[in-house]
C-alpha cells in the first residue's frame, strides 16, 4: 500500500496552537510537531470557509445543539459515558479551490468484512456511499453477497467520510458539500505528525460529525483499531477497538478530484497519484 511519510525534524507535541480567524483570510496553523509534513503549504493564502458552519459543530460537542435541533442517540456528540467531540479547528479553503479542516478521526467499519461477512455494530453498514462503476447497476442484494467487489473496503482502502445524512432531521444533508465542493469519489490526504497518507472520499456520515476515516486509513497512520484480525485471512478485522483519535488529524480535500475507470484492484494506486499530486502542488501554489 503506498504511504508518503517524512521524518520530523522537530519533537512531537500536542499542544495544538491557537486558531485566530478574521474576515481577510486565516492565521491557522497546524499543530506543533505536523510542521515539516505541510512543509511550503501557505496557510496564509487561505479563507475561512464558513465560520458559522464551523461553530454549529463546536456547538454540538458543547450542547448536543446542531443548526438549532438537539441531537439524540448515536447522533450526539456527548453525553456521560462517550464523549467523542468534533475538535474541529480550521476550516479553510485555498485559492486552489483545495479545503482543509483539523479533527479528531472516529473509526468507520462500512465496506469492510465486519459489517459484510461478520457481526456487526448497531451503526455499522455494509454498503459505502461510494460504489464501485462495475457495480451501480446491481440490485442491492448481489452488491451485499459481492461486497468486495461492489463498496470501499474499510480493512483495506484508506478512505474517509464526510458530513452527509441528517436523517430525520431539519438540517440540509449535503451542506458540507454545498460549501465545500467535495463529494463521493473524490481524493485527499490525511496528514497525522509526520505521515501523509492518500485518502478517497467513500461514505457518508452524520450532518453533525466530521473527522471519521475507516480501518486502513488507521493503520496507515500508525494508530490501528483492530483488536483482532481474521485467523485465515489477516487483512480482515473481526474486532475492532471502536474509539476516536482525539489528536488532530489534518484533512486536505480536492473538489473535482475523482479518478476515473477505478475498480477494487486499482483504486488506490489511481488515488494515490492523484493525492499526492494535489498535494505537492499546494506548496507551490
Not at 465545500?180 to 485527499?188: A, E, F, P, S
Not at 484480525?229 to 480482515?236: F, N, T
Request: proline letters at 6%; aromatic letters at 12%; one cysteine or more.
Amino acid at each position: 500500500m503506498f504511504r508518503f511519510s517524512v521524518r520530523s525534524l522537530f519533537a512531537v507535541s500536542f499542544v495544538i496552537a491557537a486558531t485566530q480567524f478574521s474576515s481577510a483570510g486565516t492565521s491557522y496553523q497546524p499543530p506543533s510537531g505536523y510542521e515539516n509534513a505541510v512543509k511550503g503549504i501557505k496557510f496564509s493564502q487561505a479563507e475561512n470557509l464558513s465560520e458559522d458552519y464551523r461553530l454549529q459543530f463546536k456547538k454540538c460537542d458543547e450542547q448536543n445543539v446542531f443548526r438549532g435541533e438537539k441531537m439524540k442517540g448515536y447522533r450526539r456528540c456527548y453525553n456521560d459515558r462517550y464523549k467523542d467531540p468534533n475538535n474541529l479547528n480550521g476550516l479553510i479553503k485555498f485559492p486552489s479551490g483545495a479545503i482543509m479542516f483539523d479533527a479528531k478521526m472516529a473509526v468507520d467499519v462500512d465496506g469492510g468484512y465486519k459489517p459484510c461477512a461478520g457481526t456487526p455494530g448497531k451503526t455499522d453498514l455494509c454498503p459505502t456511499t461510494y460504489i464501485f462503476d462495475q457495480a451501480r447497476g446491481w440490485s442491492e442484494a448481489k452488491r451485499k453477497k459481492n461486497w468486495r467487489k461492489a463498496y470501499a473496503n474499510s480493512d483495506k482502502l484508506p478512505y474517509l467520510v464526510i458530513p452527509w445524512a441528517s436523517g430525520r432531521y431539519d438540517a440540509d444533508p449535503k451542506e458540507f458539500s454545498k460549501l465545500t465542493g467535495i463529494t463521493m469519489g473524490d481524493v485527499g490526504v490525511i496528514v497525522y505528525r509526520d505521515k501523509v497518507v492518500p485518502v478517497l472520499v467513500a461514505d457518508g456520515g452524520p450532518h453533525n460529525k466530521i473527522g471519521e476515516g475507516s480501518l486502513a486509513a488507521f493503520d496507515e497512520i500508525g494508530v490501528t483499531r483492530c483488536g483482532k484480525r481474521h485467523s485465515e485471512y489477516p487483512d480482515y478485522c473481526t474486532e475492532v477497538l471502536n474509539y476516536s483519535l482525539s489528536k488532530p488529524v489534518l484533512y486536505f480535500l480536492f473538489p473535482n478530484s475523482a479518478v476515473k475507470d477505478a475498480t477494487p484492484e486499482n483504486i488506490y494506486e489511481k488515488v494515490s497519484a492523484k493525492a499526492i499530486t494535489l498535494f505537492q502542488d499546494l506548496k507551490t501554489d
